[in-house]
């Protein structure tokens, strides 16, 4: 049976929603006042809003004291933590940015909810962390060991204070409104609907591809299901695509069909091949993911195509 998307009636109440601005934070906070939550959307910088339920904080959370003062003002019932530094470099120069944009920030954020008895954290996680079954795991980037030691000050701060924590182990996302359009699909898909040639690297890598608002459905329903200890909860599809099948599928949508130029860039070192564990998430949530790749594909197809021909979007 498919689970129909709702939201359920104890979770509405005030949630701070961190990386507001961001490509999942902006669906998700749309979702929350949706379902009659009051959102506090939290970014570094302002951001404008006209909705009578939202509240924007514009706070550096890698600054402990500026944290403590933003709990004391919002005084949240949940937290959902999107806000982080995302990229796959694997150069010496981003262990700084993404220590300091994914753990600094992530522990002074439980540090204050536990202070001021927040009811659940739930912080995003991500595919490229290493299993904790693995006997001797090694992150593959700055930024997949920033996230892996997150997720265990998480664990620390359930074991130790108390604190009701989760992970949401959020797999490749994609969809329509994705404004970092040097990421693969909001590239390829503008690049085709100008008639253009994306080069990619191979397009081997077999990736796990779940729509946005199927994972924003996963983390409400994490508000108040599933672990407590900080354990994971996949959100994802659980079937593999490889990234060049999905970039020529986007690009036989455009008017003037483009072949991507695979190859053209070399692959970086160490990528992860992981999927989903689906079973163990509806079992956990009563959560699947809803939207297929093809319909989704379509629709994230269509919403670039539609943005680069009104002007607001461009391949860069």
């Given at each position: ?19 507001a ?26 951001h ?13 959370l ?9 709990f ?8 959902i ?23 600094v ?13 927040v ?8 595919l490229?962390?290493p299993?904790?079954?693995e ?31 989760a ?15 040097r ?23 077999p ?12 983390l ?11 354990g ?13 099948e ?10 003037t069909?483009?072949?991507?130029a ?19 998430t ?25 943005e ?9």
């Amino acid at each position: 049976m498919i689970v129909e998307p709702r939201v359920r009636p104890d979770v509405p109440g005030r949630v701070l929603v961190t990386g507001a601005s961001g490509f999942i934070g902006r669906a998700l906070c749309e979702r929350l006042l949706d379902a009659g939550a009051e959102v506090h959307g939290v970014t570094r910088h302002d951001h404008a809003s006209r909705h009578p339920s939202y509240r924007h904080w514009a706070v550096d959370l890698a600054a402990a004291e500026a944290v403590d003062e933003l709990f004391e003002a919002v005084r949240p019932r949940y937290v959902i933590h999107l806000a982080s530094c995302v990229t796959g470099r694997r150069e010496l120069e981003w262990i700084r940015p993404t220590l300091a944009g994914n753990l600094v920030s992530t522990v002074n954020l439980l540090v204050a909810a536990a202070q001021h008895g927040v009811d659940k954290c739930v912080l995003a996680g991500s595919l490229e962390e290493p299993p904790t079954d693995e006997p001797n795991p090694v992150p593959a980037s700055p930024y997949a060991a920033s996230k892996w030691a997150a997720s265990g000050y998480a664990r620390m701060f359930h074991a130790l204070y108390g604190l009701r924590t989760a992970v949401a182990r959020i797999f490749m996302v994609y969809g329509p409104g994705h404004l970092d359009v040097r990421k693969l699909v909001p590239y390829v898909c503008l690049a085709a609907a100008a008639g253009e040639t994306p080069e990619l690297m191979s397009g081997a890598r077999p990736v796990d591809w779940i729509y946005v608002q199927d994972v924003v459905e996963g983390l409400i329903r994490m508000l108040d299901a599933g672990p407590e200890d900080g354990g994971y909860v996949d959100l994802g599809t659980g079937q593999l695509t490889t990234t060049g099948e999905v970039a020529q599928r986007l690009c036989a949508m455009a008017e003037t069909p483009v072949t991507p130029a695979l190859g053209a860039v070399a692959d970086r070192q160490m990528e992860q091949v992981r999927r989903a564990d689906v079973a163990a998430t509806r079992q956990a949530l009563d959560w699947i993911p809803r939207t297929g790749l093809d319909e989704g594909l379509r629709l994230t197809y269509e919403w670039y195509r539609d943005e680069r021909q009104a002007g607001r979007l461009s391949p860069e």
